[in-house]
């Protein structure tokens, strides 16, 4: 099983928040275990077509490219090319540089 860390759950609620954090989005798919990564910026594309962009819902839009299935899960990846747009993203970088090294400790 795969499941989503209580923290990307608590603190991402839309695929628009992923992206705010830097973030591009990573498809998994329950039938074939294909992977794919798309951009996080894909949720203006929902915007435009009225879609929902709660990851919840979201997904339901989104299939995987190799099988066909719907039954995909979506998750925040680390960006590919991490693209820093202010001074909220910095903090972003920084808090998860941090969290993921106080895991490391554990
Ligand atoms: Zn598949």
Not at 3 to 14: D, G
Not at 43 to 55: N, Q
Not at 65 to 72: I, L
Not at 84 to 100: D, H, L, Q, V
Request: glycine share 4%.
């Amino acid at each position: 099983m795969f499941f989503m860390c209580s923290h990307c759950v608590a603190r991402y609620r839309t695929i628009k928040d992923i992206d705010r954090a830097g973030l591009d989005l990573r498809l998994w798919c329950y039938a074939c275990q294909h992977t794919a990564v798309l951009d996080g910026i894909i949720w203006s594309t929902f915007e435009d077509r009225g879609f929902p962009l709660e990851i919840d819902q979201a997904r339901a839009h989104f299939r995987c490219r190799r099988c066909r299935s719907k039954d995909v899960l979506l998750i925040p990846a680390r960006a590919t090319g991490f693209r820093p747009k202010g001074p909220e993203n910095i903090a972003a970088a920084w808090f998860f540089a941090r969290r993921s090294a106080a895991k490391k400790r554990r």
